[in-house]
């Protein structure tokens, strides 16, 4: 089978700066900064990943869900789903996201060797058949290339259909997170330790800038019960037993609690939460 060319390495100068400097961890939302510390088997090399997605903290929320389902409730295995990141990033030529996968990809049982021949012509390494058509299919789907009838149906005799359906989901998502790093010049963590950042730092950003007050309001006429807030602010938000909707634990909530009130608010599908911020 013939696959697609490999695109256009991008023909970005060293040291080139982020368009969107991604944001210091003391300036990102306590959930976010929660996380990254729930995913410490992930590897290293998130920081500059999550502070690029901190800029709009309802989208990193979102985004970071699906890839926690991806990784730790996925069905194509861990090996599998090194195995499509890396492919993937190649064909995009994504070298942020094929340096964070390193060490995943390693803890996944994937040699040096195999890790440095996800980026060759698949036909050069003794791939194993099922291995050697999951790298095939990415190649189609990074290019956005119809999928023939003959590579689909020896997908389907390796994988079972939800693992085809994670396949392609964990195909778009890689290929979205590489398109976005590479127009936005995101740079590799310099020191990819992964830590998370102390309590003591501001992380509501606040630093230097004026004290506020916020004042939350909740309409529960318009509450969906969707518990969105409840898991962005559980200190502040609880949904209640008897009829699901939800209810206040801090009606007003103080400047430790404003970055998680504020993405509770953006997450709510129905509008119910406003927030009223003043000096």
Known sequence: MTTSPARTPLDIPPHTPPRIPPLPPSEWPPALRSLLADSHADGPGRENLFGTLAHHPALAHAWLSLARVLTHEGTLGHRRREL?????????????????????????????????????????????????????????????????????????????????????????????????????????????????????????????????????????????SAGQCVGAAPEVFEQSETDGRVTFLVPEPDQQHAADVRLAADLCPSGAITLVDTP
């Open 84 to 224: 499509v990141v890396l492919r993937t990033a190649h064909r995009l030529d994504a070298a942020y996201v094929r340096e964070r996968h390193r060490a995943p990809a390693t803890q996944a049982g994937l040699t040096a060797e195999e890790i440095e021949a996800t980026s060759a012509d698949p036909h050069t390494h003794p791939w194993p058949q099922e291995e050697l058509v999951l790298l095939q299919a990415c190649d189609l789907l990074a290019a956005n290339a119809p999928v023939p009838d003959g590579l689909w149906d020896r997908l389907a005799r390796a994988l079972r259909p939800e693992q085809l359906v994670e396949l392609l989901v964990l195909a778009g998502q890689t290929a979205t997170m590489c398109t976005a790093l590479n127009v936005l010049r995101t740079p590799s963590d310099a020191q990819p330790s992964g830590s998370v950042p102390s309590d003591s730092a501001p992380s509501d950003g606040s630093a230097g800038r004026e004290r506020r007050h916020l004042t939350v309001r909740l309409d529960r006429e318009l509450c969906c």
